[in-house]
Each structure stands twice: as C-alpha cells, then as structure tokens.
C-alpha cells in the first residue's frame, strides 16, 4: 500500500513522539476538527460537520481512555472530557457552532496548559 508523503510524516510523528508530545498532537487535532466543523456549518455542508465533530468526538474518547486513573487529577479530566463530548453530541445533533465554540475554548485551554507543561518538564 502507497501513502502519499504526508501521511508517512504524520504516522512517523505519532510513531516516535513521546506520551506528552502524543496528547498535544490530540489537542491540536480536536481543535482543527472543530474548526473544520465550524467552518462546515456555515457552509451548511452538515455531513462534513459531522464527520469533523464525530473525529473530534473520538479524540475526547481516547483522552479518556488513556488517563492513568490511580493520579487523582484523572478523575477531573474524565469529567471535563466527558462534559465536552455530551456538548459534541448535542453540537452535532442541533449543528450549533456556538455549542463547538465551547468546547474549541476548553481544547485550546487545555492545550496551552499542556504545552506549557511540558516546557517547563524540559527546563527542569
């Protein structure tokens, strides 16, 4: 099977980052997904939409799966994670970008948060 040579970069990406580098990569990915679903609703192409807000959808999923439950701030991130899909839900059931706007400013919070985080990792 050929790929073209943006997908060899993206999978050699994911394959060689670290857990840190791995969630960064989700957050920025939900954020494109949800602008790419908010972009869609304007256009009134509902069927990109909802591709886009089901793929951002599925990152939350994995956010949630991959939280290390005995560390007790886990159990807040569940929660915030799955307030944010419930939005998604209802986002893409009424396809209502303020509702996508909500949960695009919870990922860009999270994100920078994150990516500071791990900056001050490698400075210590």
Do not use: C
Not at 17 to 34: C, D, Q, R, S, V
Request: hydrophobic residues 40%; without cysteine.
């Amino acid at each position: 099977m050929y790929s073209n040579p943006n997908e060899i970069y993206q999978r050699n990406q994911v394959t060689t980052a670290k857990p840190e580098e791995l969630t960064l990569m989700l957050y920025n990915g939900a954020i494109k997904f949800l602008h790419q679903a908010k972009q869609a609703i304007e256009k009134k192409d509902y069927q990109k939409a909802h591709t886009a807000i089901v793929k951002t959808q599925d990152i939350v999923t994995e956010l949630m799966v991959t939280l290390n439950m005995d560390i007790s701030l886990s159990n807040s991130l569940y929660n915030l994670y799955d307030f944010m899909k419930q939005k998604l839900v209802e986002a893409n059931i009424a396809k209502d970008s303020h509702m996508l706007d909500e949960v695009e400013s919870m990922f860009v919070e999270l994100r920078n948060s994150w990516a500071e985080a791990i900056k001050s990792l490698k400075n210590s």
